[in-house]
T-cell receptor
């Protein structure tokens, strides 16, 4: 049981390049989330999904797109990377909606945009 | 004003010390509260939920004061392995979204 996995673990991009971050969970969770973490800012929600085929914007969605074609996968895309998107990206998942549901996080992707 | 605010620290304490972290939240409609722990360059992991009646898990005690919109975490008999960043987290029951504080860094020294 791997929990939540993320690929890649590290990536360096040049400004303007595109990439996709993959998140996969094997816990049959309905909810999935993408966060970014920057020094002094805490984790900020980029996009989230409440089920297969659905996505919604979080706190900082600009410059990112997402897709949830399969329940177990949640993809985060950067169409034209900018240095401001240098960050650590965490994916998380949680079970059927409950106010107190725990979110389980993946190990993170460290992205640098030059 | 940030929705969830914490003292960023760092807190540098000797082994065996008792240390307390505080957190305030701005949305009075917030419904559930948590403390997460994050080790250096790792993912956050749930430490404990916080209930109105207060709750304890071994050396860790969490308290919630809804009237003051205040959450606390007390760590007794600190261990070297407690060194980490502690994140105060609030769920406003909006699609299961969590609001994270910026974290309080704890360093326990021998």
């Amino acid at each position: 049981n791997a929990g939540v996995t993320q690929t890649p673990k590290f990536r360096v991009l040049k400004t303007g390049q595109s990439m996709t971050l993959l998140c996969a969970q094997d816990m049959n969770h309905e909810y999935m989330y993408w966060y970014r973490q920057d020094p002094g800012m805490g984790l900020r929600l980029i996009h989230y999904s409440v089920g297969e085929g659905t996505t919604a914007k979080g706190e900082v969605p600009d410059g990112y797109n997402v897709s949830r074609l399969k329940k177990q996968n949640f993809l985060l895309g950067l169409e034209s990377a900018a240095p401001s998107q240098t960050s650590v990206y965490f994916c998380a998942s949680s079970a059927i909606r409950g106010v107190a549901d725990t979110q389980y996080f993946g190990p993170g992707t460290r992205l640098t945009v030059l | 004003r940030k929705e969830v605010e914490q003292d960023p620290g760092p807190f540098n304490v000797p082994e065996g010390a008792t240390v307390a972290f505080n957190c305030t939240y701005s949305n009075s409609a917030s419904q559930s509260f948590f403390w997460y722990r994050q080790d250096c360059r790792k993912e956050p992991k749930l430490l404990m939920s916080v209930y109105s009646s207060g709750n304890e898990d071994g050396r860790f005690t969490a308290q919630l004061n809804r009237a003051s919109q205040y959450i606390s975490l007390l760590i007794r008999d600190s261990k070297l392995s407690d060194s980490a960043t502690y994140l105060c987290v609030v769920n406003n029951n909006q699609g299961g979204k969590l609001i994270f504080g910026q974290g309080t860094e704890l360093s326990v020294k021998p």
